[in-house]
């Protein structure tokens, strides 16, 4: 196809929380643009200047609140740790939940505010990297333009999908996981081998928001003796509690954890292995299930710019290993010292992994070839296979009456959800009581993983 020449100046934004490999990504983005003789500028810190733009009162500065990115810029820096241009959370469609808001000019406001900011420096496209709130404020942006006079000057937008969480639909695997699961299991082994020499466990979360991807990984990397995600949040760990919508007013039920039910699955592990003269031993939380604790845990937790709660704040590593240990001795009238810690932050700018650097420089690479190759708008791109590459329309990714996205979660009875329960220790209680999905343990299976 003949090239697209009505993209002469790109810009790029990085949005959200830092992940490996975000250099990789817009190293490659940059590069394809450059050598094409096309400029790109690359705003700093996502949104946090663009949204609060003026001519007169704020204007955007070079190298200040962005840098018309060299070829010396972006050269050399695809493993190296950090974000180039920076990140942040800031949020130019909070108040935006239909389509109908787009047409009203007090919500669109900070939106506004983008775009005029983007046409005056003359941006034929941006290049969106984040999380699914980052897709979100991509797809307001295109959205938004939709409903512009006649003749106004559009630019064109496609979407780099990124977050360690991997919970992304449209896309196998998001560049970073491997990573922040490689450190994270890391971590996991030091303190399995702590473990051990101290007859202890260690109660670990791990990041993820609310997909399991991240503690599934961990814990089959790390070879944990027993992981916890959402999507095992059924049978007994379930409970049903009443709630008022703040934003109509209903009175509903919502799904919660039962903390006495997943404590006592705990404890079934722990003396199921004290059976086998195991006297230590570890435990993975995906964090996400803080947000599915009972209401009067969540009271006062503060929340972002995308309304999500602070779930560091929260530490269920720590809550669950203080609700085991009393448990435990409940059932035992022993103490037996259990560790909660929480893991992360760590691993999000860690250098990248050799996989994540393929496949971030893929789906910057991939943005050069959506805009300039497709002549491709409101798209995001993928990879699948091979690193082969595909683009996805924001239209499929996001809903269309309330303009949000999807979190992709692990499919329960999933091979990959299976890999992690037959590696992980068995116990005593057929699984099929706390975790549908699970087949039960052949005989021939039994030990498989044990230490």
């Not at 971590?187 to 081998?193: E, F, G, P, S, T």
Request: aromatic share 8%; hydrophobic share 40%; with cysteine.
């Amino acid at each position: 196809m003949p090239a697209d020449n009505s993209v002469k100046r790109v810009a790029i934004v990085f949005s959200g929380g830092p992940a490996p490999a975000a250099n990789a990504v817009i190293s490659a983005a940059a590069i394809s643009f450059i050598e094409d003789e096309r400029e790109v500028v690359g705003f700093f810190h996502g949104y946090s200047s663009l949204q609060d733009y003026h001519p007169v009162t704020h204007p955007l500065l070079a190298n200040e609140h962005y840098r018309v990115l060299t070829d010396q810029d972006v050269r050399g820096i695809a493993n190296s740790r950090g974000i180039l241009i920076g990140t942040a959370r800031a949020n130019p469609g909070k108040g935006i939940h239909s389509p109908e808001d787009l047409a009203d000019p007090e919500k669109t406001m900070a939106l506004a505010r983008v775009y005029h900011a983007l046409v005056d420096l003359e941006i034929d496209a941006l290049i969106s990297i984040g999380g699914d709130d980052t897709l979100k404020t991509a797809n307001f942006l295109y959205e938004y333009q939709k409903g512009l006079p006649p003749g106004a000057r559009r630019f064109k937008l496609v979407h780099l999908p990124k977050t360690i969480d991997n919970d992304y639909r449209g896309i196998d695997f998001t560049f970073g996981f491997f990573t922040a699961v490689d450190v994270m299991a890391k971590a996991v082994q030091n303190l399995r081998a702590d473990a051990s020499a101290t007859h202890s466990y260690f109660i670990v979360e791990t990041m993820g928001r609310k997909a399991g991807w991240l503690s599934y990984g961990v814990a089959i990397a790390g070879e944990a003796d027993l992981v916890v995600g959402v999507e095992d949040v059924l049978g007994v760990l379930a409970l049903e509690e009443l709630y008022t919508d703040p934003q109509t007013g209903e009175v509903a039920t919502r799904k919660r954890v039962d903390i006495q039910a997943l404590a006592d699955r705990i404890v079934d592990l722990i003396l199921t292995r004290e059976k086998r003269g195991k006297h230590h031993g570890t435990v993975v939380l995906a964090e996400g299930l803080g947000e599915m604790l009972p209401e009067s845990f969540l009271k006062g937790l503060p929340r972002d710019e995308h309304g999500h709660i602070s779930l560091g704040r929260l530490d269920l590593g720590k809550l669950m290993a203080q609700v085991v240990m009393e448990r435990h001795f409940a059932r035992t009238s022993r103490k037996k010292k259990i560790t909660g810690v929480q893991l992360g932050y760590e691993s999000r700018c860690a250098p990248p992994h050799a996989f994540d650097v393929m496949l971030g420089s893929q789906l910057g690479i991939g943005a050069y070839r959506a805009l300039v190759e497709e002549g491709l708008d409101g798209h995001m791109v993928s990879v699948s296979g091979q690193l082969d590459l595909h683009y996805v329309p924001f239209k499929e990714l996001v809903n269309p009456e309330t303009l949000t996205t999807e979190v992709r979660f692990v499919r329960t009875g999933s091979d990959f959800h299976r890999l992690a329960r037959f590696l992980e220790s068995r116990s005593e209680k057929p699984a099929e009581e706390w975790t549908p999905g699970r087949r039960p343990e052949p005989p021939s299976r039994r030990g498989l993983g044990q230490e």
